[in-house]
């Protein structure tokens, strides 16, 4: 089995967390991606759990030394995806899963090549995220509004995606994820497929 790579993208509030641990059980060995982000920690957040955070300084020493496989400034903070990690989880034949915005779909994306699959999360309607991000109750209300903001701009890049699930019943939405993170496993890098067609004709 072969590394893969699935991207996952949606606007903070569709649940894209909730689904994958959800559908962690089902799909076999995988290696979650943990961005680094210079952003302070929310509470009950955790080093090497949900971020690793760094100091400004050391995410841009990282930025000039060609550490990241993408990064993004966003709000006023980095948030980027460590290469070294990525290249050995695939190597070893795992599917890696990334949490990242558009920006960073589109890099790794580009980067990446074949062996990208990508799901856009979101809930049904705009209406319905504003009403998730403000029961959560953990952002204030100019932080929310910067949220909607950035989700508005988002959903212009769906068609971008190879898959969108609309994340109105969780137990769907959970089974969608783990159909296609099943399939993307199957998918071929360029390199694969050249040594297939090679072996194919005989050479």
Known sequence: MSGAVLIVSGPSGAGKSTIIRSASCCIGEFYFSISTTTREPREGEQEGVDYYFVDKGSFEKEIEAGGFLEYALVHGNYYGTALEPV??????????????????????????????????????????????????????????????????????????????????????????????????????????IEEFVRKWRGR
């Open 87 to 192: 290249r050995r989880a695939l190597k070893d034949g795992k599917l890696v899963i990334f949490d990242i915005d558009v920006q960073g779909h589109r890099i790794a994306r580009k980067s990446l090549g074949r062996i990208v699959t990508s799901i856009f999360i979101t809930p049904p309607t705009l209406s319905e995220l504003k009403r998730r991000l403000e029961s959560r109750a953990s952002d204030d209300k100019e932080t929310i509004r910067r949220r909607i903001e950035s989700a508005e701009r988002e959903i212009q890049d769906i068609g971008k995606y190879d898959f969108v699930i609309v994340n109105d019943e969780l137990e769907k939405a959970v089974d969608s994820f783990v159909s296609i993170a099943k399939a993307a496993r199957m998918k071929m890098g360029e390199d694969e």
